[in-house]
């Protein structure tokens, strides 16, 4: 883990690339990876919105595909093209869309042209963010209004159980697979869980800007470690309040008093399983973008599978797309655009431009959303 003087460096680097943005203004540079399934659509939908804001907030920007996910690699062998990742972290941000196809598998039967492992590893993008937030307009899982749910979660992204994928030992009468916690990896999770509260208003039951810390720690050491190590980096955070969970009791609190959560982080594991229980919450897998990040790269996208039973129907809700489209944006520098596309996604689902019918989907369809929120990006 990096000490103290090159966190300080890697601000000094992150103020000067700033400074060069404001001194003579470069193209914002993205790659986009448009997926499988409804994933080109979903893709299509937000580099529409992206285009509208480039003109509202006036940056320019620069695209480049990069094909990748199932298609590829039914086609070439390879889920992920050959010097991929050193373009994907040359990148101000990537632009992923959903993949995955459930025909195209490995020899071995298992799914293949999926992404998570390849770039989450290869980038090392160690914090899987995904914001919650309870929509006007948006029919939730629970009794809670628009506004009363509103935190993010700060998932471990490189390590946890899911560092065993295709490493556990098998035999036709049993499995094991390790869950490897790391101080390394453990300290830079918690630490970005910290700053980001910092930067937010708050939790919204009493504002009190707050990092949940989530694990079964009474059962395994491996939680123990992320426990104390959390514990420790809190020290480093005497504004920002601290509250810990064990993760069953975390899946209740996020269903009864999910206003009273800022920002949470936990094990990967324990982190896939409870954001898709928040999504639940606040409209479904289709209401929430995500951001994987790491000290190199970054990249976003929708939470969910691919839906090629939908693909190419103009069916598919593109919010989760668009919203991570502001998550990119964001990390690149410019928030003031982040802030923009949700307030317009915001205001389209209030004027009842957008419609949420059953399962999710737009009643007038993924065209009908993306002019709508077009529409909704005023300066």
Known sequence: MPGEREREQDRERARDRGQARNAEPEPLDLVVIPGDGIGPELVD????VLGRVAAVDGFEYRVTTVEAGAGAYRSTGRALPENALDRLRAADGVLKGPVGLPGVRHPDGTEAGLLGGLLRIGLDTFANVRPMRLLPGVPGG??????????????????????????GAATPHAACDQLMVTRAGTE?????AFELARARSGAPADGTRRVTCVDKSNV???????????????????DVATEHLYADA???????????FDVMVMENFLGDVLSD?????VGGLGMCGSLNVGADAAYAEPVHGSAPDIAGQGLANPLSQILSLALLLDHAELPASGDRVRRAVESALLLGAVELGERGRPSGGTQSVTAAVCENLRP
């Open 45 to 48: 939908s937000a580099l529409r």
């Open 142 to 167: 629970t009794r809670h209004e628009a506004g009363e749910i509103d935190y993010v979660v700060v998932r471990e992204n490189t390590e946890g159980l899911y560092l065993s994928r295709g490493a």
């Open 188 to 192: 830079r999770v918690v630490r970005y």
């Open 220 to 238: 395994l050491r491996s939680y123990a470690l992320f426990r104390r190590v959390f514990d420790e980096v809190a020290e480093e955070y005497p």
């Open 250 to 260: 975390a899946a209740h609190d996020l269903v009864a008093r999910p206003q009273c």
């Open 277 to 281: 229980l928040g999504a639940a919450t």
